[in-house]
């Protein structure tokens, strides 16, 4: 099946030679100039990456991506104009996978694109274990239901379902989990494990797969601690 592509940006001209590129690649693009229209078509049928303008004129890119960030951990891509942006971008909180800087190529956009779902590829559901990973559509579930999960939370816990039962110390999981790993603190590690926890418990009460070795790191396990 193709990849679906949603695409929110106000200037035609940029769309138009996007959405060609992309789709001379094979990909499904959806077309919106509006945030808030890219928002309700990304809830009624969730696509596989998102490419938001900055500028668009109902809202920032930045507003839709934090809005999306809440029930999702799909790759988002950023187009940016400015310097200021990029070091928004650039920034960690925003939840971006990566950005381009206009003017760009279309053909290095689709580069990026690619390079940015390689990333995101399926890994072998685990079904006897009630948790189930969708690494296209960037989403964990358990028990059927989508976890909500912030894009930390979601890397985390991909990290450890992709090899169960072997101990990540927390560099290691820095290093799958956080673009720039060196900027932040072992214990960070801790306390997302610790909100990762609190929410497989919410969606399951029988469901603490996270085991914690003391002075290594953690790992999956559906053995009884
Ligand atoms: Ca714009």
Redesign the pocket.
Same mark, same amino acid.
């Given at each position: 099946m193709n990849k679906r592509i949603l695409l929110a940006? $106000?200037?035609a001209a940029i769309a138009d030679t996007l959405i060609y590129a992309l789709q001379q690649e094979g990909f499904a693009v959806q077309w919106h100039q509006l945030g808030r229209e890219l928002l309700a078509s990304h809830a009624s049928d969730p696509a596989d990456l998102l490419i938001l $303008?900055?500028?668009?004129?109902d809202q920032s890119g930045f507003e839709v991506c934090k809005a999306i960030r809440q029930r999702s951990a799909v790759p988002v891509l950023f187009l940016t104009?400015r310097a200021a942006e990029i070091d928004r971008v650039v920034g960690f909180e925003i939840g971006a996978d990566d950005y381009v800087v206009k003017p760009f190529s279309p053909r290095e956009l689709v580069g990026r694109v690619k390079a940015i779902l390689r990333r995101s590829q399926p890994q072998t559901p685990l079904d006897a274990s009630g948790l189930r990973h969708d690494a296209a559509r960037a989403q964990i579930s358990l028990n059927g239901q989508v976890l909500e999960l912030t894009r930390y939370e979601y890397r985390l816990l991909a990290a450890l379902l992709a090899d169960p039962g072997r101990v990540f110390s927390r560099a290691q999981l820095m290093d799958k989990a956080w673009d720039e790993p060196e900027a932040s603190f072992e214990r960070t590690v801790d306390a997302h494990i610790k909100s990762l926890r609190a929410k497989l418990r919410a969606a399951d009460a029988d469901c603490d797969p996270i085991r914690t070795h003391r002075g290594l790191g953690y790992s999956l396990s559906w053995e009884r601690a």
């Open positions: 940006e $106000d200037e $303008d900055i500028g668009l004129p104009a």
